[in-house]
């Protein structure tokens, strides 16, 4: 069930508090329904806008700004998110970030799948993404969607500190641990690698094996 609907209220006073989202204009259409404005010929500051309002009777509008041109509707635009304070802003854009997740489409889940597979590319890929959103549209309009194999659960680096010890915190199939590194360990009774769960449980060894495999990369020289 959705979070929000289209307002009958007036949005008058709302402003824009520095909260945007990248997105697309058909994706928004999925997720917030039709916009109450959409000339979309660039003759105005704004094409496309959207009059919300959450569960709780928050306003909100949803709006791009300034571009002044015919946007492609499976572009990628900075959308500016109107309301009355930027808590209401802020609100708004969490409810509209996660209604976009629900209507991803097949070739968004391709991509999403291809990020999964080494945490170390993924940044990059996201600036390859907005830099060839062309391409990606031209595969999905002309393209039929791959077949999709499953993407193998493997540890996630969530944080990485570097104090006296490099210090981790990984999350593995919804399990989070707690891992420190320090070459300088020598004690017979203190380990290299020191790793529990969040619960201050030891985990298998399998376990432990695949966190070292995935934090030795990482890990800082404290020479």
């Known amino acids: 069930m959705k979070q929000f609907k289209q307002t ?9 508090h520095d909260t945007v989202i990248t997105t697309t204009v058909n994706k928004l259409i999925k997720a ?14 704004i094409n496309f806008e959207w009059k919300m309002e959450l569960e709780d009777g928050t306003l909100f509008t949803v709006y791009d ?22 808590f209401d802003t802020e609100k708004a854009l969490w409810v509209i970030s996660h209604e976009l997740e629900q209507v991803k489409d097949e070739w968004d889940s391709v991509i999403d799948d291809h990020k999964k597979i080494n945490l170390s590319h993924y940044y ?7 830099e060839h959103q062309g391409f990606i549209n031209f595969l999905k309009k002309y393209y039929d969607v791959p077949t999709r194999k499953p993407v193998e659960a493997k540890p996630r680096i969530v944080a990485h500190d570097v ?9 593995y199939k919804e399990v989070y641990y707690i891992v420190r590194h320090n070459e300088y360990y020598d004690d017979v009774n203190i380990f290299e690698w020191d790793i529990l769960d969040d619960d201050g449980t030891l985990p298998s060894k399998e ?11 990482v890990v800082v020289n404290l020479n």
């Open 8 to 16: 009958i209220h007036s949005a008058n006073g709302t402003s824009f």
């Open 32 to 45: 917030l329904g039709k916009p109450v404005h959409g000339d979309n010929n660039g003759s105005d500051k």
């Open 65 to 86: 700004y300034k571009e002044y041109r015919k946007l492609d509707l499976d572009e990628l635009i900075e959308f500016h998110i109107g309301g009355f304070d930027v």
């Open 124 to 130: 990059r890929f996201e600036k390859w993404e907005e």
């Open 163 to 171: 104090y006296s010890t490099n210090m981790f915190n990984i999350e």
């Open 207 to 217: 376990i432990i094996n695949e966190i070292i495999d995935i934090c030795t990369p």
